[in-house]
Antibody, heavy 119, light 110 residues
Framework: QLQLQESGPGLVKPSETLSLTCTVSGGSISSSSYYWGWIRQPPGKGLEWIGS???????YYNPSLKSRVTISVDTSKNQFSLKLSSVTAADTAVYYCARHFWRSPFDYWGQGTLVTVSS | EIVLTQSPGTLSLSPGERATLSCRAS???????LAWYQQKPGQAPRLLIYGASSRATGIPDRFSGSGSGTDFTLTISRLEPEDFAVYYC???????????FGQGTKLEIK
């Protein structure tokens, strides 16, 4: 059974960089055709796709966040990571990692991790 | 970017009743690349429907999806207590992305 688990600091200061890692178990991140994505959800609000990466390193980002987002993959560790720079309180959210095929919905999700931006 | 608008914002119904949730897109969603998710408090979203009308693995047949173009519907034929949750639609047809979600419909017990 595929499992995804987010990890990283739960508190980040304004203007700093948010860094999260998603560890994939029960399957290989290098399996062909799969993309690995990040989605976030501010408290009490809806879902926002941040971006996705293919195991080869090809990335697609939400244009609204593109200038601040970097997603990378480490196939040796079966992990992929999110970096979001210059954060503000508006970036406070539960961050989820998830799997999808190209032009397919997200079928496996991590449990999510709350990141609060505050001094 | 395709904007998805869900209605109603909140739907109050009783167990056993039929629920009809709407998702309208600002432009046509290609090849019906439209999904529905269910989210309960403190949990990640769960995929219910993909391709506008195909049920994901393990999803009960009381859940059904329909629609094409810009208008899509999720129907729950007979509500069970565990169905009360928030439901989101998502389009994944944009190439390249972004993939976008609707703002959600909260289905609450009347």
């Amino acid at each position: 059974q595929l499992q995804l688990q987010e990890s990283g600091p739960g508190l980040v200061k304004p203007s700093e960089t948010l860094s999260l890692t998603c560890t994939v178990s029960g399957g290989s991140i290098s399996s062909s055709s799969y993309y690995w994505g990040w989605i976030r959800q501010p408290p009490g609000k809806g879902l926002e796709w941040i971006g996705s990466i293919y195991y080869s390193g090809s990335t697609y980002y939400n244009p609204s966040l593109k200038s601040r987002v970097t997603i990378s993959v480490d196939t040796s560790k079966n992990q992929f990571s999110l970096k979001l720079s210059s954060v503000t309180a508006a970036d406070t959210a539960v961050y989820y990692c998830a799997r999808h095929f190209w032009r397919s919905p997200f079928d496996y999700w991590g449990q999510g991790t709350l990141v609060t931006v505050s001094s | 970017e395709i904007v998805l608008t869900q209605s109603p914002g909140t739907l109050s119904l009783s167990p056993g009743e039929r629920a009809t949730l709407s998702c309208r897109a600002s432009q046509s969603v290609s090849s019906s690349y439209l999904a529905w998710y269910q989210q309960k408090p403190g949990q990640a979203p769960r995929l219910l429907i993909y391709g506008a009308s195909s049920r994901a693995t393990g999803i009960p047949d009381r859940f059904s999806g329909s629609g094409s173009g810009t208008d899509f519907t999720l129907t729950i034929s007979r509500l069970e207590p565990e169905d009360f949750a928030v439901y989101y639609c998502q389009q994944y047809g944009s190439s390249p992305p972004p993939y976008t979600f609707g703002q959600g419909t909260k289905l609450e017990i009347k």
